[in-house]
């Protein structure tokens, strides 16, 4: 007889104790809204539908350890109890592996030794990686926490562009990334910087669905090829840092291997250059690594994530992804690394950020969080990078491509850790149609009137392709996202989509084009211009 491990099906990680009764919506009043709403799916009231995939951030089920956790919030405006947790807590998932040290249990135990609590929490002094403790953190400080993802890539991008500009010799700048998220490349813009995208060249490659639990082409991996090209072509100054995205989000929320960290890791190293992450699907990529490359089998998730974060300079990332947390942000670089040498030009470039963030955010110990936030997220580290949860998780996920795959609408294979994406060229492919149809705008605006369910654009109407020059064009891909929140949906929600979306596939004749009737020019404009779908 098979054991439990051996079914092929993973062990159920949790049951869901709480419920919410969904509205029964009729077409006719989607319609109305979706009017009302210039068509806009990010401006339609997530109350008016069936199943929302719009987006995997900070839409996920917090566990009852999270909920219980914020009882445990100290708001205190300064120095408050989860300040000090979450700070070990970062220390414990990205330096720590298998040896935690969880000093969170001291808080939520109700320990009341003062000398333990001073010893082991508040007063602990430490230096030399991606936290500092104590005096160290006020001289030098290295980690900052804000409201969320984007918050942290604005505090970076804004702090450096003009220490570029005045120190480095170089006109212009370039940031390279395996696949820049909006936001990112937003912020980067917004500073006159350039961001460019190295996808890996196989992603758009075939993958057959009965293979998906056999093996993985790292479809997210950085080109390493390109990025050395780059370099020499620009310079060396022209690069202040690079960028690796885990998991690759814009490329089909595809995992990065350990062995193309380390690549990019030698390249980095050879030209001076600090490497980063983007670390916002941090433990849902080390449990593809754990799965899919030589060697990681037998090794823990906290070791995987542990190696992986050994090899860069510093991250940003946002809390609410891998479902960890509803809200959160981080910026953390490593203590006397390549990034505060080489940009701590004038001063500490730790200071000037800190600067920033209290203007900007809250000062270091809150960030723009209440001190709950602080709690749950916490809390959250240490449930992310649990097996059988992310073994569920990404099974969910795969079913979800597998079974759109086998009434053959395009997704894009194997599926990624939080997302299933539809290749919106092959859905169209033999169709009169160019990308300045927007026609995986007219897709999500059907899905949402005919069947309440919302999915995201990620492709040339998010990415703005007809403000983009011929090179930048090349980055852009054109794709429909379903991102999954986490412990939200089960089968039959997932049945109810695959059931829609096969649908409209087999009718996709009578998907609309899609006509930008208010703000085309708007930056960020998938968020606030107004559509018009064009029925024929
Ligand atoms: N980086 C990546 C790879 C992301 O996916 C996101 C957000 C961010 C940065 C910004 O983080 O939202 O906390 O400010 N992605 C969400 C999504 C919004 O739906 O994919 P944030």
Redesign the pocket.
Known sequence: MKSQNELGIPIPANKPLIVRTIKQVTKEQREYALKKTEYNVFSFPADLLFVDF?????SGTMTDLQWASLFHGDESYGRNKGYYVLLDAIRDTFERGDNPKRAINLILTGETNVKKLMDELYLTSFEGGFVNGGIHQLIRPNAFIVP????A?HLLFSTIAPILRKNYNSKEFFIPNNGH?D??EANILANGLNPINLFSSNLLDEFPWDQMDNRNPFKGNMDIKRLEELIQDKGMDAIPLIYI?ITN?TAAGQPVEMKNIKEVRKIAKKYDIPLFF?A??FAENANFIKEFEEGYQDISIPNIVKEMFSYVDGFTI?F??DGLANIG?GFFFKDNGTFHRKFSVEEDIGIKLKEKQILTFGNDSYGGLSGRDIMALTTGLYEVVQETYLNERKFQVRNFARKLAKNNVPVILPAGGHAVYINIDKFFEGMDSSLDDFRGVGFTIELIRHYGIRA?ELGPFAFEWDKKTPEQKKGVLNLVRF?LPRNVYGTSHIDYAVAAITELFNNRDKIPKVKISRGAKLRLRHFQTGLQPIYE
């Not at 719009?54 to 900070?58: F, I, K, M, N």
């Not at 969320?148 to 918050?151: N, S, T």
Request: proline share 0%; net charge positive.
């Open positions: 719009l987006s995997d951030s900070g969320q993802g984007r918050c890539e998220f936001t990112t995205t989000n983007d916002c699907r946002s609410k992804k942000g995201a991102a």
